[in-house]
């Protein structure tokens, strides 16, 4: 049975897993060099990512077995299973607010130290989580979402779906309501 062929290239090179292995040095993974890239993403890494290719793929072998979801990874499935068990192992200890994730904690903590790491290229406003981040950025770029109704125009699809109950559209269906324009002027 043939090897799986990587869909990363390491020095323009497609190799198998094991050959890109030995190929690799140990010192990229501490330096930060992106040597690998991808072949559909175009994205760089520092190590060949499997779990980046099976994206890809759509390769999701590990099944919930409450709802169907699937996932790469057995522990992306364990961290999952905590929304159907309500388990909630990791406390804040200055406020005692729970979380199932580990990362949840960490985000949360944030509240407290008032650290806002992640700063916007564009204007240096800083956001205490990166998800936030993205939100604004999109301020930035033009991209705007219009209602078809009205015309009116919004630079985050939240406030969108929020303006649609004007219209008395705020059901799945509303979706089908406004478009996206960027920038450059094309519509999606």
């Known amino acids: 049975m043939p090897k799986k062929i990587w869909l990363m290239r390491y020095q323009n090179e497609a190799s198998n897993n094991q050959i890109l292995r030995r190929k690799h040095p140990e010192n990229t993974i ?22 980046h290719t099976m994206n890809h793929a759509n390769e999701k072998p590990h099944s919930c077995s409450e709802c169907n979801m699937s996932f790469i990874w057995p522990s992306y499935l364990d961290r999952h299973m905590k929304i159907h068990t309500g388990e909630k192992p990791y406390s804040c ?11 949840g904690l960490y985000s949360h903590k944030q509240i407290h130290t008032g650290k806002k790491p992640y700063s916007s290229s564009e204007c240096g406003k800083n956001f205490t989580h990166s998800s936030n981040l993205r939100t604004h950025e999109k301020i930035h770029t033009g991209e705007k979402h219009s209602c078809l109704k009205c015309n009116k125009s919004f630079s985050q699809s939240g406030n969108m779906r ?4 004007v219209h008395g559209n705020a059901g799945p269906d509303s979706v089908e309501l406004y478009e996206v324009k960027l920038s450059c002027g094309n519509s999606l």
């Open 93 to 103: 200890s200055e406020c005692g607010k729970n979380f199932a994730q580990s990362a």
């Open 162 to 165: 929020r303006h649609m109950k």
């Open 30 to 51: 501490h330096t930060g060099e992106k040597r690998f890239k991808c072949e559909i993403s175009k994205k760089n890494f520092v190590a060949p990512s499997s779990t």
